[in-house]
Structures are given as structure tokens and as C-alpha cells.
């Protein structure tokens, strides 16, 4: 109920503050702008940190096109910390955050660079990237066919969001630039330079097996946290199993605590690695980077995994509208879910998806893409 009118208020908002303007439909290929090489976009992308990583796809495919062109990004307050990422392709990354006098501040930015086009990545109905398309100035702006539509002069269709990823669903935003996403490369991608790998390398212990099994504890919030027992007992499996593996534990600070605990009590065995603390995610991506498979609860991990080809496992809470879960793209993965029953149950936490579950899908994947080695 409340989700429904959630929705009725922005399509009103929508409606009053752009009435209802012509929008063009793009559905395949087509040179819609006719931009000259120097043209200017914005990119808007202001949500979450593994949404900036799930978007280097588009951000490289619109440099490939357009390399002399302007192309910036506006990120927000919680995932301006992977500009660095988004600089790879862009000129200026902006930043949104919630505040009157900051957004007429970066109105009258945004109005001075005279942008061709407005792309907003964000494949549901948003206020902020209404509001921001309509501040920017811009002559056009592209947009995914959802409820807030009428903000945008040009749409391309919302794939279905039970069947195809979001990598799939925000590449649609190509057509009306003359690109054809299903004869693009899509790949994901988070740079690291040979001095982030190095300093990786030297924080870790001299690898004593051929490979790593790198398991991240945290996720977003308590109801992403797998738990102590179950990791402990995961890493006593893997060390009778799977012998040429060595485990790396990885963990926000937050999780300092659980990760020693659990190394304490398994090192004896041997094949365990306690990772140490960093100072931010790019530290961490690093750190990541050095494991040849990942185990993870859904949180930007899963991306950066994904940007290597990392085989990954990752626990999922329940998704009651029936939405594709933003699993590892083009890499090999296995998926657990809490239970329908657990959801119902008001129990929708990654704690209740059962150990041999879990246990039996990472032996399947570390087996099969491990195999010849």
C-alpha cells in the first residue's frame, strides 16, 4: 500500500513539474542528437557505490564515441568516494547532496556548461534526477521508460526487471546515440594500478597455496551478516576440502572483531589469512583483487568481483517484487536466497540461508571453474 502511493505521489510530482511534454520513444539504434565532437553530457548516476561500478560500461562506450567530448558525472554523498572510478571516463565528477543552497549552487554550475544532453542511469522513478535534468539546462536529456518518463525528451524501453540485469536495462540508454548495446561490450571494470597491487601484495602474507578464497563479512547492515558460526565452520570445511585454497578474510571495519574471532579460533589448521584493516574501499577493492574467488553477502563487493571475473558466491535477502538480483555480470557465480518462508516469517536476513546450502554451492563453483588447475 504504502509502495503504491509512493508511486501515485512522484508521477504526480512529475506531472506538475513538467506537465506532459512530447518524449520521444527510442527502441532501437538511432543517431537521435547529431552531436559534434566537442559536444558536452551529463551523466547522472547518484545513488550507491555498486551502481557507479555497474555503469563503467556506458561510461566507456560514451568516451569510445565521443573522445574529444565533455563528459561529466553527478554522483552522490554515498558513493562520491569511487570518483576515482568515474574519472577514468569523465572530465568532472559533480556531487548531489540534499541541501537548498547546494543545489542552486550547482544549478548555476551545472547551467554555465551549457550541456547537449542529460543521461540519467537510474532505472527507477527518481525525484532527484527529475529535478536535475530539469535544473541542468539541457536541450535533451535520455532517460528509461518508468514513471517519472515525462521528465525526458527522449525514453528507451525498461527491459523486464524480473528477467534481465541491470547492466542490460541501463545499457538501453545507448540507442539514441546510434549504439547497438547488444553488440557492445559490456564487461565491468575497477582500474587498479601495478602500485595498488603492489601495496596489496605487500599488506598480505607471501601466498603459501596456489589459490585464494577471499570471504567478505560485511555487508549492508546486521541483516547482510551471514554469521560467526557459520563462517567458522565454512573455514574448517574449506581447509579439508579444498587444500590448495588459502582463506583471506575481508571485512569493513566494523567487523574487526568477528574476523579475528573467527581467525583465532581456525589459524591452527592452517590456510587462513587475516586481512588487515584499510582506510577505504579502494584499499579494499586491492586487497579483493589478490583472491582468485569471493564469497560475499549483495553489497558492491559482488561488482568489484565481477570487474575481474572473480568466481563468486553471494547471499541474498528475499526480493518480494520479483526483481532480478544484481548478481556477479558475465562472470561464474552461484546465488543463495533467504527462503520465501524466512521472508514471510519477518526473518529476511542472509543468517537464515542454510550452511550446507551455501556450503554446497561454493564446492560446485570452486570444482568446476578450478578443475584443470
Same mark, same amino acid.
Given at each position: ?34 552531436? !559534434?565532437?566537442?559536444? $558536452?553530457? #551529463? ?8 551502481? @557507479? %561500478? ?9 568516451? &569510445?564515441?565521443? !573522445? ?34 547546494? #543545489? ?28 536535475? @535534468?530539469?535544473?541542468?539546462?539541457? $536541450? ?25 540485469? %541491470?547492466?542490460?536495462?541501463?545499457? &538501453? ?17 575497477? !582500474? ?35 554469521? &560467526? ?43 587462513? %589469512? ?36 572473480? !568466481? ?62
Amino acid at each position: 500500500m504504502l509502495k503504491t502511493l509512493e508511486l501515485a505521489f512522484r508521477r504526480l510530482f512529475i506531472r506538475t513539474l513538467y506537465g506532459s511534454g512530447s518524449t520521444q520513444h527510442v527502441t532501437k539504434p538511432d543517431d537521435c542528437f547529431s552531436l !559534434p565532437p566537442l559536444c $558536452r553530457i #551529463l551523466v547522472l548516476r547518484q545513488d550507491r557505490i555498486g551502481d @557507479v %561500478i555497474v555503469s563503467t560500461p556506458i561510461l566507456r562506450v560514451l568516451r &569510445q564515441k565521443y !573522445p574529444e567530448a565533455r563528459i561529466d558525472i553527478m554522483l552522490g554523498d554515498n558513493n562520491f568516494t569511487v570518483q576515482h572510478l568515474a574519472l577514468t571516463y569523465c572530465d568532472t565528477v559533480w556531487r548531489y547532496t540534499k541541501s537548498l543552497p547546494k #543545489l542552486l549552487g550547482l544549478m548555476r554550475s551545472l547551467r554555465r556548461v551549457g550541456y547537449d544532453v542529460v543521461i540519467d542511469l537510474i532505472d527507477n522513478a527518481s525525484v532527484t534526477s527529475s529535478l536535475l @535534468v530539469r535544473v541542468s539546462g539541457s $536541450r535533451f536529456s535520455v532517460g528509461i521508460d518508468k514513471e517519472n518518463a515525462a521528465a525526458y525528451s527522449h525514453v528507451v524501453p525498461l527491459l523486464d526487471r524480473t528477467e534481465f540485469h %541491470i547492466v542490460y536495462r541501463i545499457a &538501453q540508454l545507448l540507442l539514441p546515440f546510434g549504439i547497438d548495446p547488444a553488440a557492445t561490450n559490456l564487461d565491468l571494470e575497477y !582500474p587498479l594500478s601495478e602500485e595498488d597491487v603492489r601495496t596489496a601484495q605487500a599488506k598480505l602474507p607471501l601466498k603459501q597455496r596456489r589459490f585464494r578464497l577471499g570471504i567478505n563479512l560485511s555487508g549492508r547492515g546486521e541483516e547482510m551478516y551471514w554469521g &560467526q558460526e557459520n563462517f567458522i565452520r565454512l573455514v574448517r570445511k574449506m581447509q579439508r576440502s579444498f587444500p590448495a585454497f588459502e582463506v583471506v578474510l575481508l571485512g569493513l571495519p566494523d567487523y574487526a572483531e568477528e574476523a579475528r574471532t573467527i581467525y583465532e579460533t581456525t589459524y591452527l589448521d592452517g590456510g587462513i %589469512i587475516l586481512a588487515p584493516s584499510v582506510s577505504s574501499l579502494h584499499e579494499f577493492a586491492a586487497l579483493l583483487h589478490e583472491c582468485d574467488a569471493v564469497l560475499t553477502p549483495d553489497t558492491s563487493v559482488v561488482h568489484l568481483a565481477a570487474a575481474w571475473k572473480r !568466481p563468486t558466491v553471494v547471499l541474498f535477502i528475499f526480493n518480494e517484487f520479483g526483481l532480478v538480483h544484481w548478481t556477479p555480470f558475465n562472470t561464474p557465480y552461484r546465488a543463495l536466497v533467504v527462503s520465501e518462508e524466512d521472508f514471510l516469517n519477518g526473518e529476511n536476513v542472509v543468517g537464515t540461508i542454510p550452511f550446507d546450502d551455501v556450503w554446497k554451492a561454493l564446492q560446485d563453483l570452486l570444482r568446476l571453474e578450478f578443475r584443470h588447475e
